[in-house]
């Protein structure tokens, strides 16, 4: 018999201890250490609201045959029994990556197209190759080896490079973050997307975590192996290849043009674009696929010492030296007087990052490594807006005008940080009273900021949210709204302002041959979802595949 108990207050040493572990779990479920057998951890989480924060954990356990279990968990805990074949149990998750057989017979000339080398087309082009179709890789950046050394040059001295920087090249923009692979999805093939992950080379730990990251140094290593799976899977994989055009055929995609003027009749094309390729918007306005404006979010990064937010969350100074990991926050509010506003993308330990892919503007991002060892812990602080706000930056209509929005307060941004890609900065009381900083803004933030008054690039009704959700939030987080904070703008990459409405089965609306998948279109939020969207659209495509040739 297998039972899984949750909600259990214990120390990581005792986990980490068969003995002390077995004592514990027969304690709980009225047996003998002796009829307690193969526990295993399924779930890690770490509970902050209470003092001291408490480590609580889910583990599942087979109980000796003929063993009478009489649970008595202990208050906030839950035993269940699972029977043999219940699903819930997420030992017997089974990837749908690792063996997968083709859905259906394709025919020996079926090459699909997959147009972007961030984590949902990264794994369009895997699911693909193993459902017996691989794909050519289209990726308009360079290899993470050399986008790296052009990142670091861009921070160390501001030279710019448009196709090899922080949001284009092998990765996506995901890889300069924090490595979050955390989702709310219930989608069953985020099991295989982790376990694939842990199978490259991340720690096994990110199966059990609630909230596991990797690290944007760890995932730079898994794009190697990454790469050279595809490549092992028949994958043929072009850096450098931006796509210009889309070939039709009637209401059929059948290719792509490169930019260089090559054209590459194959498909179908499963378009994997981040939001920052406006250009590839551009060509898909051009080429008639249908797109509408999206809600997105703007606001600035919010910058503290790590030890205060060890201190406010844990009331302790060091979080490592009492075993816990640095401490993190996600805040929301929905005030009466203006839109939402919330965090985003904490990083603990980490540093806000300059992350334009043009110049004259400003985008910053944030980005820890794996240890989150640094001493800065920064996240976004952004609000709502909508495609209505969006509105006296273009023509009405427009599809891209969230672009247009986005442009002026980048560009805006880039004027108060005075060039050289310097960002405006603030400290938080200073904003508070409506004050342009005088004196120098602290901060990890790449290759520098200039105190400014960020209300000047900013809406002025996401200025007035800001201001009511900082001081909301200082009643929670005790002076998190203090002298100690500082912002740094603008933060407008959050999400995509624009959707590709496709079908049911990740087909663009009236266009056949044709799947945008991902973060650009509108379809996902993060690494794990996108790439999630990513294996979903490969399954159709295949099947669609064989429909077809079933059909000719």
Request: with cysteine; net charge negative.
């Amino acid at each position: 018999m297998r039972y899984r108990l949750t909600g259990l207050a214990l120390d990581p040493h005792v986990v980490e201890d068969p003995r002390q572990l077995a004592d514990a779990l027969a304690g709980i479920l009225g047996l003998v250490p002796s009829q307690v057998v193969d526990p295993v951890v399924v779930k890690h989480s770490l509970d902050a609201r209470r003092r001291p924060a408490r480590h609580i954990w889910s583990i599942e356990v087979e109980v000796a045959d003929g063993s009478e279990v009489r649970p008595r968990p202990p208050r906030g805990a839950n035993v269940k029994h699972l029977d043999d074949d219940d699903p819930s149990s997420a030992l017997r998750a089974d990837p749908v990556l690792a063996d997968a057989p083709p859905l259906a017979s394709t025919p020996a000339s079926f090459r699909p197209v997959v147009v972007g080398a961030g984590p949902a087309g990264l794994f369009a082009a895997l699911a693909l190759a193993r459902l017996g179709a691989p794909p050519l890789l289209l990726e308009r950046g360079q290899p993470v080896e050399q986008r790296s050394r052009d990142v670091e040059a861009f921070w160390a001295d501001g030279t710019l490079d448009a196709e090899s920087n922080v949001l284009f090249g092998e990765g996506g923009a995901g890889i300069y973050s924090d490595g979050k692979i955390y989702t709310r999805s219930r989608n069953p093939e985020v099991a295989s997307v982790l376990q694939e992950l842990v199978d490259l080379g991340v720690p096994s730990r990110i199966l059990i975590e609630a909230r596991p990251h990797i690290g944007a140094d760890r995932l730079k290593l898994l794009l190697v192996s990454l790469r050279q799976r595809l490549i092992d899977l028949g994958v043929e994989i072009r850096f450098g290849a931006q796509v210009a055009e889309l070939l039709r055929d009637g209401d059929r995609v059948v290719g792509v043009v490169l930019a260089d003027g090559e054209e590459i009749r194959r498909g179908p094309v499963v378009l994997a674009a981040g939001q920052s390729a406006r250009e590839t918007f551009e060509m898909m306005l051009r080429a008639g696929v249908p797109m509408e404006a999206w809600s997105s979010a703007i606001g600035v990064r919010i910058e503290h010492p790590q030890s205060f937010i060890d201190r406010a969350q844990y009331k302790v100074a060091h979080a490592r030296v009492r075993g816990l990991p640095p401490a993190d926050y996600h805040l929301a509010w929905h005030g009466r007087r203006f839109r939402g506003s919330y965090t985003f993308c904490m990083c603990p330990g980490g540093r806000i990052i300059a992350a334009s892919n043009l110049p004259g503007h400003i985008v910053t991002n944030g980005m820890a490594l794996s240890d989150r060892g640094g001493p800065w812990a920064n996240s976004a602080l952004v609000v709502q807006v909508r495609p209505e706000d969006y509105a006296p930056y273009g023509a009405i209509g427009d599809p891209l005008l969230g672009f247009r929005f986005q442009d002026a307060f980048e560009q805006q941004a880039a004027e108060l940080g005075g060039g050289g890609f310097k960002a405006p900065a603030q400290w938080v009381d200073d904003f508070l009273d409506g004050r342009r900083s005088e004196r120098p803004v602290e901060s990890s933030y790449q290759p520098g900021t200039t105190p400014s008054d960020l209300r000047l690039c900013l809406p002025d009704a996401v200025s007035a949210a800001l201001g009511e959700a900082l001081m909301a939030f200082g009643r929670r987080l005790r002076g998190f709204d203090g002298p100690e904070g500082r912002l740094v703008g603008v933060e407008t990459r959050t999400s995509s302002p624009v959707r590709i409405p496709r079908d049911d089965e990740c087909r663009a609306w009236g266009i056949e041959g044709f799947y945008p998948v991902g973060e650009g279109a509108g379809y996902a939020g993060g690494i794990v979802s996108a790439a999630v969207d990513g294996l979903r659209a490969a399954e159709w495509v295949v099947k669609h595949a064989s429909i077809r040739v079933a059909r000719d």
